[in-house]
């Protein structure tokens, strides 16, 4: 995506125009877009640009057009410095998702960022689904890869509101996803019953490719327990204290029933299977109904953009997932895998 920035009459459409790209591929950064974003930030730090809805949806228009505010006198109302403060904060994640960045001054055309050779890479994307919630979702059980579950009322209700969600968002976005996102041709999907129940709500024309590898990662002694009751069993008290104080990292210990995983394996498995997929399927975008684990594993392994990380070694994997019956979608390296 290239951004170009400029204050009133610099010449930022001009410059579009000598580009001679369709302008069905440019989107221009409306108030609406600005209000969207400052709603997702809420008040709180600055959002990763990647977790932005927002953002994202703009990031998959070859073009954005932007005001750059920056340029301007600094008006006197607080209500007005507050609108100018939204919109940087927009401009600087856009900038941070793009591959080009170009400041218009006086029609003159100043790249900042990047190359305007970035039109010639093709770019992918992917969205995963988390399913919606089962009962075990409900009373925060470790639900993985060995528990099959169906979706109970209220996560059937989440994958309804989704799917009405998905059509406006799908609305926005530029003309070569929009149809590969609501109508896609193939749906890849884990195995277990709660992600076949989301998939054909969601999907229903769509072919259904069922994907072992993505089923949800395999918690083992864990399995279908709470916290709380791993705490209060003395068999698995030990274990799962040591499963906490590692960050997640240790391997689940294993049950009669399965073999248990660590996050390390899961992202493994998870990786491989996708990337088999993208080297088969030559689709702009890939489209993925399983859990909350596999949106992770993808993004954390695969995202153009990865989060950074922060003291947590595994920030950048956990701050991937979604509330049960929504998704991700973003710009994808298919180069990333393990």
Known sequence: MILILGGDCSGRHAFFESLHISPEFCHTVSEADVHAFSQEENGCAPL???????????????????TEMGLGIIPLEKSLRKEREQNGRLN????????????????????????????????????VFRHGATQANLEKRYAGGATDLDLCAAGKEQVLRTKDYLASY????????????????????SPMKRALQTAKTLYPEAEVR?????????????????????????ETRALYQAFVDSNAQMKCPPSEKSAGESIAQFIERTARAF??????????????VAHGGTQMALFSQFSARPLERQSDEVSSYYGWQTVCGMFRFGEINVTNAR
């Open 275 to 288: 990337t088999q997929i993208v080297s088969e399927d030559e689709a702009d975008s890939i489209v993925v």
């Open 92 to 127: 600087i994640a856009l900038a941070y998702l793009a591959d080009c960045v170009v400041l218009m001054t006086a029609g003159i055309p100043r790249v900042i960022k990047g190359s305007l050779n970035c039109l010639q890479k093709k770019s992918r994307a992917l969205m």
């Open 210 to 234: 069922v994907v072992d590898s993505f089923r949800e990662m395999d918690f083992g002694l864990f399995e279908n327990r709470t916290a709380d009751e791993l705490f209060a069993d003395d």
């Open 170 to 189: 799908a609305a926005s976005l530029s003309p070569a996803l929009r149809e590969q996102v609501l109508s896609p041709k193939k749906v890849y999907v």
């Open 48 to 66: 990763c640009p990647q977790l932005s809805a927002t953002c994202v949806r703009l990031a998959s228009f070859s073009v954005v057009i932007a």
